[in-house]
């Protein structure tokens, strides 16, 4: 059972930056793809960004230029750097290993808490 522990979330004022990290407790992205989901109130989960094995990245539109994923495979760690962050990026935000067509698999961790707010 792979198991996915976020955290680095918080409380940050508009324009302000976070990162948050993910450990996975098996080695298995050193072969998968990993990626932040983020699911605000009332809405549903969406892809924030993924990272491939051999570091190809890609990012929602509303993120691009703001946020950066980044993996070490040595630490079985993948990170999302926030910066200018913005009230409609509240959300609690989420790892999740990918499969070969992009999709999540495996069980949800509890994820992260990232609330912007003056």
């Known amino acids: 059972q792979v198991q996915l522990v976020e955290s680095g979330g918080g409380l940050v004022q508009p324009g302000g930056s976070l990162r948050v990290s993910c450990a996975i407790s098996?080695?298995?992205?050193?072969?998968?793809?990993m990626g932040w989901y983020r699911q605000a109130p009332g809405k549903q989960r969406e892809l924030v960004a993924d990272?491939?094995?051999?570091?190809?990245?890609k990012y929602a539109d509303s993120v691009k230029g703001r946020f950066t994923i980044s993996r070490d495979n040595a630490k079985n760690t993948v990170y999302l750097q926030m910066n200018s962050l913005k009230p409609e990026d509240t959300a609690v935000y989420y790892c999740?290993?990918?499969?070969?067509?992009?999709?999540?698999?495996?069980?949800w961790g509890q994820g992260t808490q990232v609330t912007v707010s003056s």
């Open positions: 999740v290993p990918e499969d070969s067509a992009g999709r999540p698999f495996g069980s």
């Open positions: 098996r080695s298995i992205f050193s072969t998968n793809a």
């Open positions: 990272i491939t094995s051999g570091g190809s990245t």
